[in-house]
């Protein structure tokens, strides 16, 4: 196996090992931006929990929609009041019927 991984690093060109690249990459947790409310320890648990819980849900309800910063409730319920009409029977039957063959 380290043999396989000698070759791989060589065809590819890599230099730098694993340990290397972490010591490297930790040095850029300065540069990122950090939310004022992850700032504090408790709260970045708290929301760490939160995308935990959100994820585990992925597949259990796929009805839930989240959007950020806008309900989409209020436009759904207008676009039903004006659009129903396309889940009537009349409508399916219409469309059937003048569908080009």
């Given at each position: 196996?380290?043999?396989?991984?000698?070759?791989?690093?060589?065809?590819?060109?890599?230099?730098?090992?694993?340990?290397?690249?972490?010591?490297?990459a930790s040095?850029?947790?300065?540069?990122?931006y950090v939310?004022?409310?992850?700032?504090?320890?408790?709260?970045?648990?708290?929301?760490?929990?939160?995308?935990?819980?959100?994820?585990?849900?992925?597949?259990?309800?796929?009805?839930?929609?989240?959007?950020?910063?806008?309900?989409?409730?209020?436009?759904?319920?207008?676009?039903?009041?004006?659009?129903?009409?396309?889940?009537?029977?009349?409508?399916?039957?219409?469309?059937?019927?003048?569908?080009?063959?």
């Amino acid at each position: 196996m380290r043999r396989w991984r000698a070759f791989i690093r060589r065809a590819r060109g890599i230099t730098h090992s694993a340990d290397e690249i972490r010591e490297y990459a930790s040095g850029f947790e300065e540069i990122w931006y950090v939310p004022p409310q992850e700032a504090n320890a408790t709260a970045a648990e708290k929301e760490a929990d939160r995308r935990h819980q959100r994820a585990g849900k992925k597949w259990e309800d796929i009805t839930t929609i989240f959007v950020g910063h806008w309900d989409p409730d209020t436009y759904l319920t207008r676009l039903n009041e004006k659009m129903g009409f396309v889940y009537t029977r009349w409508f399916t039957f219409l469309t059937w019927l003048f569908l080009p063959s």
